[in-house]
């Protein structure tokens, strides 16, 4: 003998529910999403490079500071005004501001960032601080005997 159980037909809710966890809420107000840009840093021979994917931003959107040693970079993506009279639309790119920040090595010069935007594919380049040389100090006393010393200075502030 077999049973035959019927399945109870899905609510409006669990419909709504199942199509928000595969794709995510249809209204773009109901659920805001923070925006942040892909970024990589690459270490070049003689700086480093921070690139950043911001489609559809141009250079006034973009804002570069190094203060303290900090490098960041921020701006804002707008949302798009949209109108639809009939049917739905979806809205799926992310907008808002953002802001990330990288700490440089000591004894970077501040002067010496650069920054060139192509293609919506930011580039800041950070010179990599020069390398302390080691210098010879002589060193001369009362006596007959003058000394050397060799060694690496490093100044502290």
């Known amino acids: 003998m077999s049973v035959l159980i019927k399945p109870e037909p899905f609510s409006s809710t ?3 529910r199942l199509f928000n966890t595969f794709f995510g809420p249809l209204d773009s107000q ?10 990589d840093l690459v270490e070049g021979e003689d700086h480093f490079a921070l690139r950043a994917d911001l489609p559809g931003l141009s250079e006034d959107d973009v804002s570069i500071e190094v203060r303290d ?3 960041t970079v921020s701006g804002e993506r707008k949302a798009e005004k949209s109108q639809s009279d009939r049917g739905f639309y979806r809205v799926e790119r992310s ?11 000591d004894g970077v010069d501040p002067d010496g960032v650069t920054a ?3 293609r919506g594919v930011l580039e ?7 390398q302390r040389k080691p210098r010879r100090i002589a060193i001369s006393g009362n006596g007959s005997h003058a ?6 200075a490093t100044e502290r502030e």
């Open 30 to 39: 109901s659920a805001p999403q923070r925006w942040m840009p892909a970024m």
């Open 95 to 105: 907008f808002g501001r953002f802001s990330r920040s990288l700490t440089l090595p």
């Open 124 to 130: 800041v380049r950070v010179p990599k601080p020069e």
């Open 69 to 71: 040693s900090t490098l």
């Open 116 to 118: 060139s935007f192509d």
């Open 147 to 152: 000394a050397q010393v060799e060694g690496t």
């Open 14 to 16: 669990e419909v709504n």
